[in-house]
């Protein structure tokens, strides 16, 4: 197998040499001998011409080469880049199955316990719940009611609530482990 450029050169060489010899059998000095006749111009030219011949096959198997190699490396591309919208569509699914399993945490029952209570006992009573299950239940109350239980809540839990709540959203929680 040729090289791309050792075809490239064979060709340039073919043609070089076809326009030396043409040039040499035309403008022969006078002072030397006349040529003998096994080197008439039309014999060269038909040589030069087989050369040539057999050199554009090897060369054309070589372009071909070439476009197989790059079609190869863009298919490969291709490849890397559905396996990358794979592993983005696992983790979008990943992430949708754990939101809707937070908002599963506080069922209707909870939440309406909640929804009945007032402020500052709905506070008292969601700083002693788990983190995540308290952000499910403030975020299936109404933003009213919400806002007042988390102005009673210990600030520290509350502002550990909020980034559960707001996280809820971010399509990138999928990358992180745990929500709280």
């Given at each position: 197998m040729i090289s791309n450029a050792t075809a490239r050169n064979t060709?340039?060489?073919c043609s070089l040499a076809t326009g030396a010899l043409l040039w040499s059998l035309g403008a022969a000095p006078a002072q030397e001998a006349?040529?003998?006749?096994a080197a008439d111009p039309a014999s060269s030219q038909d040589e030069i011409r087989q050369f040539c011949t057999n050199i554009a096959d090897p060369a054309r198997d070589q372009r071909y080469l070439l476009q197989k190699q790059?079609?190869?490396?863009?298919?490969?591309?291709?490849?890397?880049?559905?396996a990358t919208m794979d592993q983005r569509?696992?983790?979008?699914?990943?992430?949708?199955?754990?939101?809707d399993d937070f908002l599963k945490t506080a069922d209707v029952g909870l939440v309406d316990i909640y929804k009945n209570m007032k402020?500052?006992?709905?506070?008292?009573?969601?700083?002693?719940?788990?983190?995540?299950?308290?952000?499910?239940?403030?975020?299936?109350?109404?933003?009213?009611?919400?806002?007042?239980?988390?102005?009673?809540?210990?600030?520290k839990k509350a502002?550990?609530?909020?980034?559960?709540?707001?996280?809820?959203?971010?399509?990138?929680?999928?990358?992180?482990?745990?929500?709280?």
């Open positions: 060709l340039i060489a006349p040529k003998p006749a790059e079609l190869e490396k863009l298919q490969a591309d291709v490849d890397q880049r559905i569509k696992a983790e979008y699914e990943d992430w949708l199955k754990k939101r402020p500052d006992a709905a506070a008292a009573s969601l700083n002693d719940v788990k983190t995540v299950v308290a952000a499910a239940i403030i975020m299936k109350l109404s933003a009213r009611q919400s806002s007042l239980i988390l102005a009673e809540m210990d600030a502002a550990v609530i909020t980034n559960i709540i707001a996280s809820a959203s971010d399509p990138n929680t999928s990358k992180s482990k745990d929500p709280s």
